[in-house]
C-alpha cells in the first residue's frame, strides 16, 4: 500500500528591532506611521543612493543563529535579487544568497539565516493600489529550514520556539499582528511504501507548492492541513500537483492559486557592488556569544526540574520573560509557599509578591476549619466546582476567594487548593 507523507520546509521572515533601516539612516518604526513619512533616496532606491550596511542586524542575526547552533560564516556578503514587482522601486532586493551570515545546523533543521532588506507595503483601497515606503529598506532576518516537517503540529511548534528565542534574544518583538514575523510553508507530498513512514528520509518530490505571508500559528496550521488535502485529492485522480504559489482564504479554510513559482535562476543574482563582503572573526563571535541569555528551551528544563511545575505552567511563565522573572523573584523572596502554589497565584489570580507575602505571614485557620469551609464553599457552588474539575482553570480564584470569606483571610492558599483539587 503507498502511503503519502507530507514534506514541510519553512520560511520566516522577521523583522528586527534595529535603530535604523538595514542600509540608511531611517527610522525602522513604520507600524501605523503616516504613509512615507519615513523615507529617503537610499529606501526609494533613487539613482546615485548609496547603502551602508547596519551592523546592529549583522549581530542580530548571528546571535540568533549562536541561538540555534547553526555554523557561522566568517566570510559574508550582500547580493542582489533582481525582480519587478511595485513595492520594489530600485528592481532588486539587498538580500544574501551564496554566502550568508549563517548556514546548517547542529541539528540539521535549520538550512540558513540570512539577512535582507524588507520592500515598500502595498495598500489597496477605493479601488486603487497605493505604496508607502516607510518599511521599504527595514532589516529583515530570513530563516530557512530543510524540509524535515511532516504534520502542522510540529510546524507550529517550532514557530513559536522561533518567536520566543527572537523575543529572548531581544532582537526583535515578532508581533505577527504588527506584521514582524510572516510565515510561510513550502508543502509537497511524498510516495512511501508505507516502511519508515515517521522518518525524516523521505524522497523529495519534483515540486513544492509555497503558501505565502500567514500572520498567524493558527492560520499555518489549517492552511497547511487544507493543502496536505488538497495535494492528496490531486494525486489520488492521478494528476500533477503545480508548483506554484498560494495563499490561505480564512473564511473557506482553503488554499487559493496566485502565481506559479518562481526558480533561483529567474532572480538573476549576482554580488551587491556598494556594498563591501564582511569577514567575522572568532572573536567576534565569542564576544556575541556571552551575550545569548538562557533560551526558552533552557529554561522550560530548569523550570521543570528546578521547581517541579506542570508543563501548562511552565509555557505560561517562560512565553512572557518578565513574568518569568517575577515568579522566580517570588519563589526567592516568599518562602511560606512552594514555586507551584507561587505559580498558581501569579497566574490564576494575578496576584503580586506583595500580596503572596502578605498572605504568607498570616496566622492561619486550623486544617478542620479549611476542610469545613471548603466544603461550605463547593456545596453552594456546585457549578463552578464541577467547571474547576472540568478543566476551567481560571475558576480556582472565584472558588479561593469563597473560601477566603468564609475564613476571614486567614485560609493558607495552599492547602485550599489542595483541598479543592484532591479533596484533602
Known amino acids: 500500500m503507498v502511503n503519502l507523507i507530507p514534506v514541510i520546509g519553512l520560511e520566516v521572515h522577521i523583522e528586527l528591532s534595529t535603530k535604523s533601516k538595514m542600509f540608511c539612516g531611517c527610522s525602522p518604526d513604520h507600524f501605523l506611521k503616516k504613509p ?5 533616496p537610499i529606501c526609494l532606491g533613487l539613482p546615485g543612493a548609496l547603502p551602508f550596511a547596519n551592523l546592529e542586524g549583522v549581530d542580530s542575526v548571528i546571535k540568533f543563529g549562536l541561538a540555534f547552533r547553526c555554523r557561522i560564516n566568517t566570510f559574508s556578503k550582500f547580493d542582489r535579487k533582481h ?13 544574501q544568497f551564496d554566502l550568508p551570515l549563517c548556514s546548517m545546523s547542529e541539528d540539521k533543521l535549520i538550512r540558513r539565516v ?13 479601488g486603487k493600489t497605493l505604496i508607502d515606503f516607510n518599511r521599504s529598506g527595514v532589516a529583515l532576518m530570513e530563516l530557512v529550514t530543510e524540509p524535515n516537517f511532516h504534520d502542522a503540529q510540529s510546524v507550529t511548534s517550532f514557530l513559536k520556539d522561533v518567536q520566543l528565542t527572537a523575543r529572548y534574544l531581544g532582537i526583535s518583538n515578532a508581533d505577527m499582528e504588527k506584521g514582524s514575523m510572516r510565515l510561510e510553508a513550502n508543502i509537497s507530498l511524498s510516495p512511501t511504501s508505507g516502511v519508515g513512514f515517521d522518518s525524516h528520509e523521505v524522497d523529495l518530490p519534483d515540486y513544492k507548492v509555497e503558501i505565502k505571508n500567514i500572520n498567524s500559528f ?5 492552511a497547511i492541513k487544507s493543502e496536505i488535502e488538497r495535494q492528496k485529492d490531486l494525486l489520488s485522480k492521478g494528476e500533477k500537483v503545480i508548483q506554484e504559489t498560494r495563499g490561505y482564504n480564512e473564511e473557506t479554510g482553503k488554499t487559493y492559486s496566485q502565481r506559479t513559482k518562481e526558480e533561483a535562476k529567474d532572480y538573476r543574482y549576482f554580488p551587491e557592488p556598494d556594498i563591501p563582503p564582511m569577514r ?5 563571535i565569542k564576544i556575541l556569544s556571552d551575550l545569548i541569555p538562557e533560551l526558552p528551551k533552557q529554561k522550560r528544563k530548569r523550570f521543570e526540574i528546578e521547581y517541579k511545575l506542570p508543563n501548562d505552567y511552565i509555557e505560561i511563565l517562560i512565553g512572557d520573560t518578565e513574568k518569568a522573572d517575577y515568579f522566580e523573584r517570588a519563589v526567592k523572596e516568599i518562602k511560606t509557599f512552594s514555586p ?3 505559580a498558581d497565584l501569579i497566574i490564576n489570580k494575578k496576584f503580586d509578591i506583595a500580596k503572596i507575602a502578605k498572605l504568607g505571614k498570616v496566622e492561619y485557620a486550623t486544617n478542620s476549619e479549611t476542610e469545613r469551609a471548603v466544603r461550605n464553599v463547593v456545596e453552594e457552588n456546585k457549578k463552578a466546582y464541577e467547571d474547576y474539575k472540568n478543566g476551567k482553570g481560571q475558576v480556582l480564584g472565584f472558588l479561593i476567594g469563597q473560601v477566603q470569606k468564609k475564613l476571614k483571610g486567614r485560609g493558607n492558599v495552599q492547602k485550599v487548593m489542595e483541598i479543592l483539587k484532591y479533596g484533602k
Request: proline residues 2%; charged residues 25%; aromatic residues 12%.
Open 36 to 40: 512615507n513619512t519615513q523615507i529617503c
Open 83 to 95: 525582480y519587478f514587482y511595485p513595492d520594489l522601486s530600485k528592481g532588486y532586493q539587498i538580500t
Open 114 to 126: 540570512h539577512l535582507e532588506e524588507d520592500t515598500a507595503k502595498l495598500v489597496h483601497q477605493e
Open 218 to 222: 493558527r492560520f499555518l496550521g489549517n
Open 280 to 284: 567575522i572573526s572568532d572573536k567576534d
Open 340 to 342: 507551584k502554589a507561587i
